[in-house]
């Protein structure tokens, strides 16, 4: 005899369990994918490129920061060490010749020891006079090779890489 399903309610059912099983085929299922559901909302593609380019900017805004406080860092302690000039004595002759460098200072002066007023020549193909007994500006680029052509020998001068203009 075919078994009979039992309803929920409790009442006697004429339904087989075969018969049940023909009838299930035609009913709809439960939504089991995107065509069953409804779509949740996307946020529009303008919004997340919005939202991309603004987080780009914040980057960018933030290693500017970064650069500025690292400037500000070097720029206090500079303020913090009083940096005082730095001196040398070098030679300078037809042969022997002196490259500019700043030793990590603002700017270069040379202190011509000699009686008169002397012209120096530059690297570069310039040249500039050097006061008698006087500080000289001498603020060219780093690298920049200084001579003493007219001269027979060497002389010698004093070199200063400073913060603060000296006066003449």
């Known amino acids: ?7 929920i309610g409790g009442a006697e059912s004429t339904l087989t369990k075969e018969k049940a099983e023909e009838v299930a085929h035609g009913l709809p ?8 559901n409804p ?27 970064a650069k500025l406080i690292d400037i500000e860092e070097q720029l206090l302690a ?5 940096r005082l000039f730095l001196d040398r004595w ?10 500019i460098d700043y030793l990590e200072r603002k700017l270069l002066y040379i202190y011509n020891m000699t009686p008169a007023a002397i012209t120096l020549a530059l690297s570069n193909g310039g040249s500039f006079s050097a006061a008698s ?9 780093r690298g920049t090779k200084i001579t003493y052509p007219l001269g027979n020998a060497e002389s010698t001068f004093i070199i200063r890489a ?7």
């Open 133 to 141: 007994y006087a500080w000289t500006a001498c603020n060219y680029p």
């Open 78 to 82: 500079d303020r913090l060490k009083g």
């Open 39 to 65: 779509p949740e909302e996307q946020p529009e593609p303008r919004f997340i490129l919005d939202f991309l380019h603004f987080a780009k900017k914040l980057d960018d805004l933030n290693d500017r920061i």
């Open 162 to 168: 400073c913060d603060t203009p000296q006066k003449a």
């Open 90 to 99: 070098v030679n300078i002759g037809p042969q022997v010749e002196y490259e």
């Open 1 to 7: 005899m075919p078994e009979l399903l039992t309803p």
């Open 29 to 36: 299922s439960a939504p089991t994918g995107a065509i069953d």
